[in-house]
């Protein structure tokens, strides 16, 4: 019989192998425990795979360096990619041997790839956990780190997130008690995606 504790377990296990540190404590442990608090206040009623994939997310990213690939967009992609298919590869032989089936496993492995994104309620939902976990424990360190970035340069990245995400997702996004500049980019996105953004609401899943 498929276990949940298990599996979350194996991916907690796993993550905490991470040689990466903040606070102490290893680095993907620290988002796998953000994405799954997320998941649970905006969607309480999440299934049991919604919530393994959320865990398994960044489920031993630090195995696929970003340093491997070229710099810039292309490279930026094929890294992204190289990575959802790792950790979907992973949180499949978790599952496998806490008694999942092979349609649950392959579902489990289309949310961690974005597969469905825009036609699938769970990979939506996923999506919006992802932006809000991102902006709420990571932007400022993204300001940071690209500081040489100007703001429309920044808000053109933020635009494109919002995109993907669903008016739920932007709800708890801009309720987020943001720092002054990441609220002001964050507005200024919004403005400037106004019109795509209702017209993705208008066939929204969420």
């Not at 031993?60 to 094929?78: S, V």
């Not at 996004?173 to 995606?193: M, Q």
Request: charge should be neutral; aromatic fraction near 6%; charged fraction near 30%.
């Amino acid at each position: 019989m498929p276990s949940l504790d298990a599996a979350l377990a194996a991916i907690d296990a796993a993550n905490a192998e991470d040689p990466r540190k903040v606070d102490g404590r290893a680095v993907e442990t620290v988002y796998a425990e953000r994405m799954s608090a997320r998941l649970a206040a905006l969607y309480p009623n999440a299934s049991d795979l919604l919530k393994i994939a959320a865990r398994a997310q960044h489920l031993r990213r630090w195995e696929i360096a970003r340093g491997d690939y070229p710099e810039g967009r292309k490279g930026y992609n094929d890294w992204r990619r190289t990575c959802r298919a790792h950790h979907a590869e992973l949180a499949g032989r978790i599952m496998r041997a806490s008694g999942y089936d092979e349609a649950a496993i392959a579902h489990v492995g289309a949310l961690i790839r974005k597969e469905q994104l825009k036609k699938d309620p769970e990979s939506q939902a996923l999506e919006n956990v992802a932006a809000v976990v991102f902006l709420e424990h990571y932007f400022e360190e993204f300001l940071a780190k690209y500081d040489g970035y100007s703001d429309d340069k920044i808000v053109d990245i933020l635009g494109k997130t919002l995109c993907k995400m669903s008016p739920k997702g932007h709800a708890a996004a801009l309720a987020l008690p943001l720092p002054e500049r990441a609220r002001a980019l964050a507005a200024a996105a919004v403005a400037r995606e106004a019109a795509a953004l209702e017209r993705l609401a208008a066939v929204s899943l969420d």
